[in-house]
């Protein structure tokens, strides 16, 4: 998957975050498909255990189905997880609060950036 160096990067903060100083004590499980829409793989970002794992749980506060590509898009900051959302490219199911709070990361990741 071209996105996995992008999960990767994600599990190596959650190692070395703090986590009494965590915002996001959700979990979500993503849904890669391939340019065609198949699921391709399911990953599960737990962030109440800080661990990220291939997979379903039907412990997650919401679901996220997202193409590979467009996931490596966000996480190489060459597009917004909100302009993918807007587009009807990333479809968002479950808990708006949680799903929020984790957009939210991604945003204030992006403005680092700039």
Same mark, same amino acid.
């Given at each position: ?11 190596? $903060? ?9 915002t ?9 498909? =391939?340019? =065609? ?8 970002? =737990?962030? $109440? ?6 997979g379903?749980? !039907? ?18 900051? !060459?597009?917004?997880?909100? $302009? ?17 709070k ?8 992006? =403005? !680092?950036? $700039?």
């Amino acid at each position: 998957m071209k996105s996995e160096c992008i999960i990767e990067k994600i599990r190596n $903060k959650l190692k070395d975050s703090n986590p009494d100083r965590r915002t996001v004590l959700s979990v979500f499980q993503f849904n890669f498909t =391939d340019a =065609d829409g198949k699921l391709i793989k399911s990953v599960v970002f =737990d962030f $109440k255990d800080l661990n990220i794992y291939d997979g379903t749980t !039907e412990a997650a506060d919401a679901e996220i189905t997202i193409s590979d590509d467009d996931f490596y898009l966000v996480g190489t900051k !060459e597009t917004t997880f909100d $302009k993918l959302v807007f587009d009807k490219k990333a479809l968002v199911k479950g808990d708006m609060t949680a799903i929020d709070k984790m957009l939210g990361k991604f945003r204030s990741a992006s =403005d !680092e950036v $700039k």
